[in-house]
């Protein structure tokens, strides 16, 4: 037989033949051995044979980069043979003999197959067989399901049998050791931890530390060899226990991996008076190393005494407590620690423990905090807002600063926009604890009115007059001369200072009106939010506050609804959300009265897009599938999404695209993708509601009924009217917008908006020819029978139906009757209602082609039509 592959052999990469080679030559030794053992019956000697050669053949796949597997079946069907006549098996009714043998032959995984009635070239799950055999307790089956090479558990499954075999008093060491071995992230499961695929578990306190106790020997036995194992060998577990193990990291000749594990062993309090003796006749190198390896232990502040650092405890413990991400910190905190260890023993334990924040607090790294803000850093950021104001520098400057990072950050890509606002926020929060303010919020609107107040209003350029007036929230700029206003500023006059000082004052203000439109207001539409008698003057004080706050539709105390001068304002007003007119039946009287009094709301709240519960919703438990299986272009679905508000994920995770709509709910939509949002096109799938806490990326194999990482899905009958409507009406957006046929989608929600309008519209002109009749305007003009449909703006002319094609000039500007009582971009609504407003009158149409359209259709239908 040939037993190794030729030089020369066309199927193996020329960089790895001399691997292969070499593996196949070594795998032939072991068949040998495995031939020697079964003339024998040396079933023990088959049996751990059939380890070491799994064993190799893994080790050299590595090697090869999977260039060995495939150059292996005449190997594997010689083992195939002696172990199918070492263990015979032919029958698959009994599952506990088919899985005990050592070897995986192809006879076995058919009978297996067969057992478990799937195709033999899919993967054979024992995840049914195992929850068998743990309701049942059958301990030998379960032994045996950890150490078949045949077939494969989910890790939670793996948990669940060493579980059930530790309460029947059957858990040794061994099976442990050959769980771990098989999959080193299952300690982390196994002891209550998280596995980097994200399994969580929560198993009985005795059970984690029996896991825990074997655990440790392994580990101990690993590293204490003639031999010590590297990193890649140990189980990935939690930190063992004992001061062996940080003894054995101060003496450690392997990598510095396995020496941070050992070293951040878990210790009792006589252990940690122990290793600060222990450390006291040591090198400073070796001290600062063990400091360093009992941070993630929680407990290097017992070896501050090693560095005269005694009292800076409390600090390093504000420090140790920090997370990863940009959070809040409390500065009054930070300083009270400082200030208890003193300014130069903290300065000391930055030394030893870096931290840009704690280092801002203290006003040490100003030009670096500058420079990592330039770069949009995002704890930068952070740290920015914990700086104490330099001497030439006030609370408005800082305030400036921080939204001119915001508006360079709005720019960046979709997550990192999010992520940069929410930095952008926790400066603020940072910086109103400096200026001594209540709160961020309370801070942002009193600089904002500050800027407003501090604003000149006019300046001198020579002979001209500059002078910058407040309409409504448009901030406008006039140049005069010998009292003539002129059209436009000359060029001398946009050179002076003067003039471009209140450029850039009217520059402020715009955003200033831009970022309460689209920040503040939309969100308290959008969230039904409250304000008090305070935040409401404050607000009110601002420019663009006063034009935009009276427009929109409030709710008092008393339960009273109206614009802002017919509700009492004495206490807290709410921004009214059209789910509560619709409930009051109010919401085509207060349609009408928007229109009636040309009233334009700074976002859409009367005319908003209301998405209700359906029948089939309200039965359907917990997923609505009201937009699944539209396809949407991923890289515009991204941006829409994530302008929003949401955040978008990878394929692998459980959730595509996630959003907290309030209320501890978190808005969760899954999606088929093949990447991420931006690398193709995106298939929409079920939008589900979470309870629980945020979702961690990358969960899967939740129970029923949950959704993993502490989360669960909330039956949609229980989720808020509001929350449901708005993200509904984000995907609406998303699949009408990105949608790939757009036309293949007409948005029920915007054509009843559209019809909503142009009743009140009609109601409001006496438009008799128009009508609305569901999602269509019925037009009688003098021409023809129009019928408009509200979602696409196409238009058929009766009694046949026919569509009359229009330049896309009809309708592209806006009506002179057409009234928008919002202020939002609507373009499609204006060409629509535009349409249908000129037919209306279509005894002024001039347009030839447009004319010669009806005269033929009209005239297809005959006399009389």
Known sequence: MERSPSEGDPGIPEDYRGVVREQREAL???????GAAARADDLAGLRDLAEEIRSRIEQGDDRALGNLTPHLADIVAELDVLYDAAYPADCEDDVTALLAAPWPTAHRKALLATFLGCDVRHRLQLDEVAERAVAATDTRLLRVLIRTPLGTLRRETVVRILGALHRAGALDAD?????????????????????????????????????????????????????????????????????RFVRAALTWQGGPRVARHLGAAELTDEERAALLDLLRDRSPEEQRRAFGWRRPAGDADALLPLFGLEGAGPLLRLIRAMPDGVTRQDRAALLAAVEEAGPDTARRLLEHEPNELVSAVLGENRAQVLKRVG???????????????AADETVLDRYLALRASAKKGAKLGPNRRHSHAAAIAVALDHLAQVAGAPDADRLEWDCEARL????????EAGSYRVALRIDGAEPALTVSRAGRTLKSAPAAVRADPGYQELRAHQSRLREQARRMRTGLVERLVATAGTLTPDELDRLRSLPAGAAMLPALLWRDRAGTIGLLDEVDTTGPVTAVHPVDLHERRLLGHWQQQLVR????????????????????????????????????????????????????????????????????????????????FGMGEVRVGGLRFLTGGQRA?????????????????????????????????????????????????????????????LAALVADLGLARVAVEGHTAVVRGTRALYRVHLTSGSIHVEPGGHLCVVPASFGATAHRRLFLPFADEDRMTSIILSKVLLLAEDEQITDPSILTQLASLTAAAGPGS
């Open 28 to 34: 032939w030794r072991l068949v040998d051995r495995a």
């Open 175 to 243: 099976l442990v050791e050959r769980a771990v071995t098989d999959d080193p992230y299952l300690a982390l499961a196994l002891a209550g931890g998280r596995s980097p695929a994200g399994e969580a578990t929560d198993p009985p306190a005795a059970f984690v530390d029996a896991v825990r106790t074997h655990l440790d020997a392994l580990t101990w036995r690993l590293v204490s060899a003639p031999a010590p194992a590297d990193w890649d060998e140990l189980p990935k577990g939690p930190a063992p226990r004992g001061l």
């Open 375 to 389: 770069h949009h850093s995002l704890h930068g950021i952070a740290a920015f807002g914990m700086l104490p104001l």
């Open 452 to 459: 407003a107040a501090e604003t000149p209003t006019e300046a």
């Open 597 to 676: 009094r040309r009233l334009r709301q700074p976002v859409k709240q009367a005319f908003r897009e209301l998405y209700l519960l359906t029948p089939a919703e309200r039965e359907a438990g917990d997923v609505s599938w009201r937009f699944a299986g539209q396809t949407v272009d991923g890289k515009v679905a991204g941006q829409l999404l994530s302008g929003r508000g949401w955040s978008t994920h990878g394929e692998y995770d459980d959730h595509q695209a996630t959003r907290t709509v309030g209320g501890g709910l978190v808005a969760a939509l899954d999606c088929e993708l093949s990447g991420y």
């Open 697 to 757: 990326p990358g969960f899967r194999g939740a129970p029923a009924g949950a959704d993993g990482a502490g989360t669960t899905s909330v039956p949609l009958a229980d989720v808020p009217p509001v929350a449901f409507s708005e993200a509904m009406r984000d995907l609406d957006l998303v699949v009408s917008v990105a949608g790939r046929e757009p036309e293949a989608y007409p948005s029920p929600a915007q054509a009843v908006g559209r019809a909503q309008l």
